[in-house]
């Protein structure tokens, strides 16, 4: 069998000077031996000599993550040594004692954990002892709670839900509600050990933190989720530290997207051991559609909803409304008082942009002032009423709402805020680098926020990086230097796929490594030591290469996307480095992955190529979250009619551009692995449709009346699925100009003919997969974004009694359908 050659390895080839240093080798002399490695005459040893000098001593009855913590010590000393610490709960002969987390034993020698809060931790020794220390609790669920995201709406659920919430309201959103726990026995138990471990994001883990702090003293590095990203020294023996230090982080919030049990377990742990921290009680962002989201609610509550057109939505609120406010205080109470939150989200709905048309909100807009303040008096007023209401009987619970959207800027009619209120704002920093007028403007609207609370704020930073080479670490690490003393911290979108293959991990490894650890410094952190280390250690001879690289795509972003040239010069520098490596050694493997991460970046400069040959094609931005949709023909269920007015289209005339005689509207939406569309096509009432073809595979579908959908993706240009008004699909793979009948779409059509009334209907769901491995089914491609997009045209041949009538959303001024350089763009946002 033929290896197959990847895009990772076309890069590798098609850029890299025949030549290659195999020669070059990189020393990390004294690099790995860092910290405490080298011990002082008469020093006390946790390791001697390739043994076991010490032993690790938690409680008697130790919380989860203490006994999660000793496994990580005992792993790794293993790992460093060779010699295996054993774990015990009182001290025995050994001649060093390391303990970890609050006992009796730490009581004794006077080390507590008091003070150490967020995820803060001690580290502190003696002459024969170690003490590794933080804050520990173990979080138990408050039942109901659904045990998987499936069951959050399950009846069973709802019915113990409604028994403490009669308001017919919907279960908190976020991952307050999933059973977040995860059997981690593969990664630390011991053979033959009995008891499992289940960990839950909301435990507290401050001493774990101590042990992994006390980890990096000795060298190791968690750069990257699994083996492969470990650096681990190699040390003969382990001197006992000589230290007494507190390390405290600069955010008590360090949320992230990544969860426990919910993300690989490599990944969750990974994040653990860089210090994460997601505190229970804060839910998240939109909270107000748990109150309005129920269908019960939206029937027998009209005024909770926005009035426009003389008739009420059921998505956005109306926040003028005395019985929406009502039913908000009664929710917060009652998740204050049976889950115990802390912090109650009343953002609105997504996309709320519009001012509620009834008497009660007329005028409470801002029209003469920027677009992204318009609604801040109207959204933020609501959020100060529910807060003063809560207060009066729940002093100490907080409601936030996040800066976003129309009600960005400060409200002008509120003075300050009521320190019940927390702010949270979207993006209040800039990781991946903006031009210096809108970093401006980030850091302005930061102190008009702080002017109006006496709290410290939480950014909520959604969406980082994608597809393109955002290595940013200079300008992701003064952007959290610039928040530092004034934010509590951040909830971070990780846009992870980290499962299965782990793909991906190059990138958004380095990101999220970077921005944790510059976490727990102060405004001052300096983020080289951290890089000149990380190149040295992870990429060995090629560490000069990469850097060049990392630099390159940090000074050049995000220029790469659009310029060809920066593009090819990136992929220039990594294969450059890729040819400084032993192949197989793991360092190769470390590349490879960022080889298979920058296939998205080759794409994207073949498709600039392929960009520079296209005459000025229209733009169509499609809808998204289409998972619920149903093909059934039904193009007026609840999901196709509230799709945006962005995502419609209609066809013009091919070759003039011009209405056409026959109308053709459609609406396209991406789901989580598909792409939808819905087709109508007008006709003259009492007049039955052409049709050329009523099965599959049939080339007689173009005698008829025939929709097509061409399609070119990141991946393959292109593909042509063409549908018959029987339904009947004739499919191909039209890559390179060829045509190839045997490529299969799998596409779900379901049409429906109404010739009384003139037209008939196309609904159409495309699956897509991002693997190559099967070129013969699926459309293979990665959800198009605006920087990464697609290209596609639809179409559609009417056959008269005495004439054809083609039409195109793109006209290709020709009688055809398949000129690729008038493909319309074609991306999510």
Avoid at 450 to 465: H, I
Avoid at 721 to 743: C, E, H, Y
Avoid at 746 to 765: H, L, S
């Amino acid at each position: 069998m033929k290896k197959k050659i990847t895009k990772g390895e076309i890069i590798r080839n098609a850029f890299l000077p025949k030549i290659r240093n195999q020669a070059a080798r990189f020393a990390l002399a004294g690099i790995l031996a860092v910290g405490f490695a080298a011990s002082a005459p008469g020093q006390s040893l946790l390791v001697e000599d390739g043994q076991g000098n010490a032993e690790i001593v938690i409680d008697a009855k130790p919380p989860r993550t203490v006994r999660l913590a000793a496994w990580e010590l005992q792993n790794y000393v293993r790992k460093i040594s060779g010699a295996t610490l054993p774990i015990v709960h009182e001290p025995g002969d050994a001649p060093v004692q390391v303990y970890i987390g609050a006992s009796e034993h730490t009581d004794r020698l006077g080390i507590t954990n008091e003070g150490l809060d967020a995820g803060a931790y001690r580290m502190v020794s003696g002459t024969n002892w170690l003490a590794l220390i933080g804050t520990d609790t173990d979080f138990e669920p408050i039942e109901p709670y659904a045990r998987l995201r499936s069951q959050r709406q399950s009846p069973e659920f709802m019915k113990a839900w409604d028994k403490i919430a009669p308001g017919k309201w919907l279960p908190p959103g976020g991952n307050a509600f999933k059973m977040l726990f995860k059997n981690v026995e593969r990664e630390f138990r011991e053979e033959g050990e009995e008891e499992p471990l289940n960990l839950w994001t909301y435990d507290e883990r401050g001493s774990y933190n101590a042990v992994c702090g006390f980890l990096r003293t000795l060298g190791v590095r968690w750069y990257m989720p699994g083996e492969l990203g470990e650096i681990i020294p190699k040390l003969n023996s382990i001197p006992l530290p000589d230290i007494d230090e507190r390390v405290e982080p600069a955010f008590a919030v360090r949320d992230s997207s990544i969860c426990v049990g919910v993300n690989d377990p490599r990944v969750s742990i990974w994040a653990m051991r860089l210090g994460m921290r997601q505190p229970y009680g804060v839910v998240e962002a939109h909270g107000l559609n748990q109150v309005t989201g129920r269908e019960e609610v939206k029937e027998a509550h009209p005024e909770y909803f926005l009035l426009a057109g003389g008739k009420r939505h059921g998505e956005k609120q109306c926040l003028s409304s005395p019985e929406l406010l009502q039913s908000t205080v009664a929710y917060a109470r009652i998740l204050a008082d049976h889950y115990h939150f802390k912090v109650i989200s009343l953002m609105p709905a997504d996309g709320y942009t519009t001012l509620c048309q009834c008497p009660l909100c007329a005028g409470k807009d801002s029209p003469e002032g920027p677009y992204r303040g318009r609604l801040s008096n109207l959204v933020w007023g609501f959020t100060v009423r529910v807060a003063e209401e809560l207060a009066k009987t729940h002093p100490h619970v907080k409601v936030s709402n996040v800066a976003y959207n129309t009600y960005y800027y400060p409200p002008t009619n509120i003075e300050k805020l009521p320190d019940n209120v927390l702010v949270g704002i979207k993006c209040a920093r800039w990781p991946l680098g903006i031009d210096p007028q809108r970093r401006e403007e980030i850091r302005e609207v930061n102190e008009a926020w702080l002017k109006k609370t006496d709290q410290k704020l939480l950014n909520y930073d959604s969406g980082r990086g994608g597809w393109l080479p955002a290595f940013t670490a200079h300008t992701n690490a003064r952007s959290l230097n610039a928040i530092k003393g004034d934010f509590i911290g951040e909830r971070l979108w990780l846009l992870t796929r980290f499962n299965g293959k782990m793909q991906d991990a190059a990138f958004y490894s380095y990101l999220g490594y970077f921005t944790f650890r510059m976490y727990w410094g102060d405004e001052n952190q300096d983020v080289d030591p951290m890089l000149n280390e990380f190149y040295d250690l992870f990429y060995g001879p090629a560490s000069s290469q990469m850097k060049a690289f990392y630099d390159y795509c940090e000074s050049h972003f995000p220029e790469m996307q659009n310029d060809k040239a920066k593009a090819d010069r990136a992929l220039v520098l990594f294969a450059e480095a890729r040819g400084q490596v032993e192949e197989g050694s793991v360092y190769d493997k470390r590349l490879a992955l960022m080889g298979e991460f920058l296939e998205k970046l080759a794409t994207r400069s073949e498709q600039i190529a392929r960009e520079q040959k296209r005459d000025n094609a229209p733009e169509f931005r499609m809808w998204r979250d289409a998972q619920s949709v149903t093909i059934d023909g039904d193009l007026d269920d609840p999901f196709w009619r509230e799709v945006p007015n962005f995502a419609n289209g209609n066809l013009r005339e091919l070759q003039t551009g011009r209405v056409p005689a026959f109308l053709t509207t459609f609406k396209v939406a991406w789901g989580r692995d598909a792409i939808y569309f819905a087709i109508r096509c007008e006709d003259l009432p009492g007049r039955e449709v052409k049709v050329g073809a009523a099965r599959d595979g049939d080339p007689a579908i173009w005698n008829g009346d025939v929709v097509e959908i061409l399609l070119e993706t990141e991946q393959n240009s292109y593909y042509q699925i063409a549908i018959s008004p029987t339904g009947a699909v004739m499919d191909l793979n039209r890559a390179g100009g060829k045509k190839i009948f045997r490529w299969d779409s799998q596409a779900e059509v379901v049409t429906k003919r109404n010739p009384d009334e003139g037209y008939w209907i196309i609904e159409v769901r495309v699956p897509v997969i991002e693997s190559t491995d099967d070129p013969f089914h699926q459309v293979v491609g990665a959800q198009p974004t605006e920087s990464l997009p697609w290209y596609f045209n639809i179409c559609r041949k009417r056959v008269g009694e005495h004439d054809i009538e083609a039409s195109a959303f793109s006209p290709t001024g020709e009688m055809n359908f398949h000129a690729t350089s008038k493909f319309a763009k074609l991306y999510c946002k």
